[in-house]
């Protein structure tokens, strides 16, 4: 019983009166604080799996995007922390591995939009040469 307990000649419940409460209740909000963690980033791996998909769509088979991989791999990092229950690491790494898509999506858009530029310049510069034969 707490009041059988004695600490230098003072019951218990003479120490849990007033502050001594407050302070043990404020010692079971920590201990039941520090035992919530940080919740599971599903949402976030969801947006960077979706990331990254569009961005294999954008970038095409024909280059090789260094981000994609590196995107690829920090999401399967992401999948393996949240398998070991370590949420904060796997939020981290999922939005490492959205960014890393979008790179490589920008990336892979760029060079599309050079070679349909090049192709452009290209048909136009054969029209040019076509009229310039037909001038007599």
């Known amino acids: 019983m707490a009041s059988s307990i004695a600490l230098k000649g003072f019951p218990m419940h003479n120490l849990l009166r007033g502050h001594g409460r407050t302070a043990l209740a404020c010692m079971a909000l920590l201990a039941l604080g520090a035992c919530a963690s940080v919740p599971a980033p599903t949402a976030q791996l ?53 960014v890393d898509a979008l790179v490589a999506e920008s990336r892979g858009e760029t060079a599309k939009a050079r070679r349909a530029a090049l192709e452009v310049q290209a048909a136009s510069q054969a029209l040019t040469d076509e009229l310039a034969r037909r001038k007599p």
């Open 46 to 98: 969801a947006v960077s799996a979706a990331a990254l998909a569009h961005a294999h769509a954008a970038t095409g088979q024909d280059q090789p995007q260094p981000e994609l991989a590196l995107a690829r791999d920090k999401l399967q990092r992401a999948n393996q922390a949240l398998a070991d229950k370590d949420h904060l690491a796997a939020g981290r790494l999922a939005q490492q591995a959205q």
